[in-house]
């Protein structure tokens, strides 16, 4: 009897606890992760278990994560890798876990809300956070470089802040659709602020690629007819614009194109160094590509083969590519299962509400894209955001959608 009364009370601080990670984690590394830790552990005590597995059995991106974890747990029995490079794998990895866990939590319409505006605000802090940076001294701030057009990252790395920030401007884009009047307008001017904090306040090369493919791709999909054509051809206009107006984006293309071509010399280099990563990881994929060297396995085989001076430091920690890296590490099954965990929000799309089609669809581009040139799931910041979010989208595609599932989850 006791257990009855208290479950719906855990399982109500767990929805809270997950709304609060939502607001946390894009600005405070160490909070987010005390959310996510806490949420995970009182959906878990909440009980109820076969209710809750009847809610998302059906939904494919949780026997992708569950069957990607387990290939991991499989790794670690034959890798030759110490048991502390094991363990840590392990434990990044063990994310994954949380879709199962948590994407009952998240049934409701009023807890996707709440998850969704919590993170959003998160995001709207940074974003005012960036642009106060360009006047002010702001503490909380990584960097404190007044002016316009220096790098302006406010929480965690320059990668990370833009990969937000372009998911930020979609979802701003996506808000203003559904909108109406000055608010459709007032969400519009958001995700242009977004859109140029990520290229003239930005050093990172990688915020400006996944902002052209993810805007692109949500138009695409979002519009129809003429005025689909004209929006793109509006936004080419645009990306010409900003090569025309910011240096800092010329400068940082051509010395991206620099370094690329200078890549043989082996000089530890941003572009140079992920062109290395990606040609010796594909020649350790090369001599176990069945069932690859073991979790954790990376980082010692890694310093064996590249000897030259530095790169063991350099590029012994991940190579800058979650395909290649899964590859290398668990094997063909590894990187077919990632693979779909890439496209699970675009497949659930198919169920989602035609509203919410685009911005699934944009964020799969996002995680495909960028797993192309970082290590998204293994990379702490990274790993929460894709994460966090492939949980909402497909929450919000499977229980919000056409088909939506019963609601398990009821406070």
């Known amino acids: 009897m006791f257990l009855k009364r208290i479950q719906p009370r855990l399982l109500l601080a767990a929805q809270w606890s997950l709304v609060a990670a939502f607001l946390l984690f894009p600005v405070a590394f160490a909070p987010g992760n005390v959310a996510i830790a806490l949420a995970f552990l009182l959906s878990l005590a909440a009980g109820d278990y076969r209710a809750r597995w009847q809610a998302v059995r059906g939904m494919p991106v949780v026997w992708w994560a569950l069957g990607l974890y387990a290939v991991v747990l499989v790794g670690a029995l034959y890798s030759p890798a110490p048991g502390a490079d094991i363990g840590m794998h392990l434990s990044k990895y063990a994310k994954l876990l949380l879709l199962p866990a948590l994407l009952p939590l998240l049934a409701q319409t009023v807890w996707r809300t709440r998850c969704l505006n919590a993170f959003m605000a998160a995001m709207g802090f940074i974003l005012a956070s960036v642009y106060a940076n360009v006047f ?102 645009a990306i010409g614009g900003v090569l025309a107006t910011s240096q800092t984006v010329r400068d940082r293309i051509a010395l991206g194109l620099a370094e690329a071509a200078q890549s043989s010399s082996m000089e530890i280099t941003s572009i140079g160094g992920r062109v290395n990563f990606w040609k010796h990881t594909a020649l350790l994929i090369q001599e176990k590509p069945l069932q690859g060297w073991g979790t954790g396995s990376y980082h010692s085989v890694w310093c064996q083969r590249v000897t030259q001076e530095g790169w063991c430091w350099f590029g012994g920690w991940h190579p800058h590519n979650q395909y290649l890296f899964f590859w290398m590490e668990n094997g063909v099954l590894a990187v077919l299962l990632f693979l779909l965990l890439v496209s699970a929000p675009a497949r659930a799309s198919a169920h989602a509400a035609a509203q919410d089609r685009p911005l699934l669809w944009a964020f799969s581009l996002i995680f495909a894209v960028d797993s192309l040139i970082n290590s998204p799931l293994f990379s702490g910041r990274e790993s929460h955001f894709f994460t966090m979010l492939l949980l909402w989208l497909c929450a919000q595609a499977y229980f919000g959608g056409r088909a939506a599932q019963p609601a398990a989850a009821a406070p």
Do not use: E, K
Not at 157 to 173: E, G, K, P, R, W
Not at 176 to 199: I, S
């Open 136 to 237: 002010w001294q702001l503490p909380w701030s990584v960097t404190q470089n007044q002016g316009w057009g220096g790098d302006h990252t406010v929480v965690g790395d320059y990668i990370t802040q833009n990969i937000m920030m372009v998911f930020f401007a979609t979802a701003a884009l996506a808000r203003g659709q559904a909108a109406r009047g000055g608010y459709r307008w007032a969400w519009w001017l958001v995700a242009a602020l977004a859109a140029v904090a990520v290229t003239q306040l930005s050093q990172g090369r990688t915020g400006y690629l996944l902002l052209c493919v993810a805007v692109a791709g949500y138009v695409f999909l979002a519009l129809r007819g003429l005025s689909r054509w004209v929006v793109l051809g509006s936004l080419a206009l």
